[in-house]
């Protein structure tokens, strides 16, 4: 399994890309396409988990980290995703540093955490590697906490500083809509919020992330102080290359 935790906690650039369509076909070639990390979308995506095994499995013939988020803070969900073998898993809407801490707390063994022990898992090789996995889970596994509403914002800080949190992460559309201003990412109240977040994750010695729409945001994102950084999505990817072949050969309708 592919862990990047000690890249991300050491703020390398750290790149990634979104998989919401559910499909173990395009997580594979997204985790080939040379990301370092490949969010699996359980929250807004079409896949169930179902389709998180395949994907998993796809993804393991690959250099990328697999990362799954979840629908929401909930124990058994990350147990279950983790067991599954995702490297990390990304929790939205966590508003507080005790909601930050059940969530550190689910992904951990015991005596750190409550995650339950199992041999037979698909992330300890079906019991083939237990020992090993278990030994090394609490160190390697990667939390990541998103930020989406004024509430977390003032509570960045907070939030970082518990331990076992290591990414911070913006999501601009929630985070935009919750402040009242959806999608409006150059109001002030959105750069003022981004610039808490950045300094409450770097003051505490946690990394900053940040999904992305476009290229043309890479670079005010890096000079922010992100870097766990995703840019797209497979279903955007396919809907604007087909989109652009379509507009490309209607072009030569006759009329």
Request: net charge neutral; charged share 20%; hydrophobic share 50%.
């Amino acid at each position: 399994m592919k862990y990047i935790r000690r890249e991300v906690l050491g703020r390398k650039l750290v790149t990634g890309t979104w998989c919401n369509l559910g499909s173990s076909v395009t997580a594979e070639v997204a985790g080939l396409s040379g990301f370092d990390w490949v969010l699996l979308d359980m929250e807004h995506g079409l896949g169930d988990f179902s389709h998180l095994v395949p994907q998993l499995q796809a993804m393991a013939a690959t250099p990328a980290a697999p990362v799954v988020r979840i629908t929401q803070s909930d124990v058994g969900a990350i147990k279950r995703v983790l067991d599954m073998g995702a490297s990390g898993v990304m929790v939205p809407f966590v508003n507080t540093a005790a909601e930050a801490k059940q969530v550190v707390s689910a992904m951990r063994y015991p005596p750190a955490g409550i995650r339950g022990a199992a041999r037979f898992t698909r992330a300890a090789s079906f019991g083939q590697e237990f020992d090993a996995y278990t030994r090394g889970a609490n160190e390697n596994l990667l939390t990541i906490v998103q930020i989406e509403t004024q509430q977390a914002v003032d509570a960045a800080d907070a939030i970082a500083a518990v331990d076992g949190v290591d990414v911070l992460f913006v999501g601009p559309t929630d985070l935009s809509t919750n402040l009242g201003i959806p999608l409006k990412l150059d109001d002030p109240r959105f750069r003022e919020a981004v610039k808490k977040v950045v300094a409450a994750a770097h003051g505490r010695g946690k990394a900053a992330g940040i999904l992305l729409a476009q290229v043309a945001q890479i670079e005010q994102a890096v000079a922010d102080g992100f870097t766990f950084i995703a840019l797209g999505s497979d279903g955007g990817m396919v809907a604007a290359g087909m989109k652009a072949a379509s507009e490309a050969l209607n072009k030569w309708k006759k009329p």
